[in-house]
């Protein structure tokens, strides 16, 4: 059986009002896991608890109960985290470095040396785009750029997970293409990915599988394929089918038009975010909860 990459059970996290005799629930009992190799879309709205599910994986917070496991390891251990890559909505650079001697001083503090390190500075300013600009200060990137230095150095480690907070936040839509397709090939790479993003359109593009949570709650979880499909409806798609044949669906097509072949035979698709807007609309609190940040 395969080991996930993410492992997330039971997982509930509650977080004291200091001063005050209440609490804030953050996740509830949430329980799911990330096989190698997928992007993984967890979504949700503002203050549904996925910022907290992520920073209990990543080991930045304990969870209140429950585990979470980076393959099969704890990942509130130290050891855990050695193949894992992670880029923050806001990342922070030092502006006066340049993007050649931003990935090589994180390559130092990843062990790297010598012609190594040089030969991984390289590989990763040519994967994401940036070598006419490596000697450029950082304080002169585009909001897209400063992202995809952040996701070189995000990868410098080799990562075989790489957790990205709304890597696209902010950017405009030629710089989210550019780093939608940086994506796709870290899963070319065959690195894990899981991704929180607000926008649904680009998760419906790239993610095998997403998790939509709701005031901490895991409300709808599978494969993206089968959540947007529409149940009781199927699509037809015909080659050469004259007006007539159109008419009369239902009857033995293949018999009276031998010429019509029948391409794909599927259900349509819902969009992402209508289909998210539709599981996290106007839901009812849960009792002895709150909504959470």
Not at 132 to 155: C, F, T
Not at 188 to 211: A, F, K, M
């Amino acid at each position: 059986m395969t080991t996930p990459a993410i492992a997330i059970r039971n997982l509930s996290k509650v977080f004291p009002i200091p001063f005050k005799r209440e609490r804030v629930v953050a996740v509830h009992d949430l329980s799911l896991e990330v096989a190698p190799g997928q992007v993984y879309g967890l979504l949700g709205p503002n203050g549904s608890g996925k910022s907290t599910t992520m920073k209990i994986v990543l080991g930045l917070i304990s969870p209140s109960a429950g585990r979470t496991e980076i393959f099969g390891r704890n990942s509130q251990l130290v050891d855990s985290h050695e193949e894992v890559g992670f880029l923050p909505e806001n990342p922070y650079f030092y502006k006066y470095l340049t993007g050649f001697e931003t990935l090589k001083f994180y390559a130092r503090l990843c062990g790297l040396s010598g012609q190594a390190l040089r030969d991984k500075v390289g590989e990763l300013l040519k994967l994401v785009r940036l070598e006419d600009a490596r000697d450029r200060r950082l304080g002169g990137y585009s909001k897209g750029m400063l992202q995809r230095i952040g996701l070189a150095q995000a990868l410098i480690q080799n990562p075989r997970l790489l957790v990205l907070d709304e890597p696209t936040a902010g950017v405009d839509p030629r710089g989210s293409a550019e780093i939608r397709d940086l994506i796709v090939a870290c899963k070319e790479r065959g690195i894990t990915v899981l991704l929180c993003s607000h926008l649904l359109g680009q998760v419906q593009e790239i993610c095998d599988r997403i998790g939509i949570l709701d005031r901490g709650v895991l409300v709808r979880e599978g494969k993206l394929e089968d959540l947007i499909s529409i149940e009781d409806q199927t699509e037809m798609i015909f080659e050469n089918a004259p007006p007539a044949l159109l008419a009369e669906i239902g009857k033995l097509m293949a018999a009276s038009y031998p010429e019509a072949r029948l391409l794909e035979q599927k259900k349509p698709r819902t969009t992402l975010e209508r289909y998210f807007l539709e599981v996290t609309y106007a839901r009812p609190i849960p009792d002895g909860g709150s909504e959470s940040t």
